[in-house]
């Protein structure tokens, strides 16, 4: 929570699996409705779930869109161009960006699934990316560092 009050943006696209360790995703989006300057960061979900009633709820939270695992590369492209296209190029302002300056930050505690996600960022052209293992660390590096996208999976 003191990092969003020390920030004033966290991030101009948030990806996050459906299941985190103390909350699912609605929970986590209906927490950042609580300040201002989360209410309009974009939301995308990766998620295994099949229940109606789940995957319902995460897309009235106000998510862009929603990956199925297991997923590849065109899904990747897919569900973030669906994102991308819903967003103004002024609150992104990447009229002059380079997809090789974009810097992500991924969060899962596979490496595997972390290592899977890297190798599909490289191929769309992604070439900053940095890796950690917990929401611990995670914190850690953006108080350190900016990023453009963070992931959790």
Known sequence: DRLFLERPA???????????????????????????????????????????????????????????KPFDRDDLERAL??????????????????????????VDDSRMARNHLSRVLEHVGIQHIDQVENGALALGQLRRHEYDLVVTV
């Open 10 to 68: 966290l991030a101009d696209l948030l990806i996050s699996s459906f299941y985190l360790p103390d909350r699912e995703a609605p929970e986590l989006f209906a927490r950042m409705l609580e300040d201002p300057r989360l209410v309009e960061v974009p939301k995308m979900v990766i998620s295994s779930e099949q229940h109606h009633d789940k995957l319902d709820a995460v897309r009235q939270s106000g998510v862009l869109a929603l990956l199925p």
């Open 81 to 106: 161009t669906v994102t991308l296209d819903y967003l103004e190029e002024e609150e992104l302002e990447l009229e002059d960006r380079d997809i090789a300056d974009v810097r992500v930050l991924l």
